[in-house]
């Protein structure tokens, strides 16, 4: 069976959204449908909607990151929404960050096959990372954990005053309720729910913004990060 050819007709609004990496984006899709079908990275009925669902509701999380920032795709899985995003945004410097050896080594190969020289793959959970990597402008994340859950562990990877955006459906509303306290604590100064892709995906895509103030992550994670980096300093020294 040849998963590729379950590939639905490229919409015509690709061809706008994605520009000048409109050949890289279907390239993306038919691995999508190829590989990441066969590795078990996405279930074989995602295939037909593909575009809809997947690679175009993601580059549509382009209309609300800053330009020329820093951002961090936690749990990024088969590049979603870290690989559209790049493709749509070379102003961005992206990291993929995945724990699993076998999504690491899929983003690798689509990183180098598509030519994302401003995307860097990395092996680990965020946890394990914090203090390794330079804190960043943006955390994105889709369908990775519920939002109080995905917030420990995105926040603490932010710059002081940088933001956490999540890709959430029908439940964003609720969870951010549910999530209000917790956000608190991990130093989150506002929130908000914003609809992007007017005109490119329907029903348009739902983004939660949780914007931080001075201290990503509270207190409790401030300690931790200046811990990070002292151990990382003294192995540097060796």
Known sequence: MTEAAELPPVPEKAREVFGDRFADAVRYAELLAEAGVQRGLIGPREVPRLWERHLLNCAVLSEVVPEGVTVCDVGSGAGLPGIPLALVREDLKITLLEPLLRRTNFL?????????????????????????????????????????????????????????????GDTAEEELKSAATAL???????????????????????????????????????????????????????
């Open 184 to 238: 608190s604590k991990l130093g989150a100064v506002e929130t908000s729910i914003l609809h992007v892709g007017e005109g490119v995906v329907d029903p348009m895509s739902t983004v939660v913004r949780v914007e931080v103030g001075e201290s990503p992550g509270g207190v409790r994670f401030a300690a931790k990060r200046a811990k990070a980096a002292r151990t990382g300093r003294a192995r540097r020294r060796r």
């Open 108 to 168: 690798t190969e689509v990183v180098e096959l598509l030519g994302l020289d401003h995307v860097t793959v990395v092996r680990g959970r965020a946890e394990e990372v914090m203090g390794k990597l330079p804190p960043v402008h943006v955390v994105t994340a889709r369908a990775v954990a519920p939002l109080d859950r995905l917030a420990t562990w995105g926040i603490p990877l932010l710059r002081p005053y940088g933001e956490m955006l999540a890709l959430k």
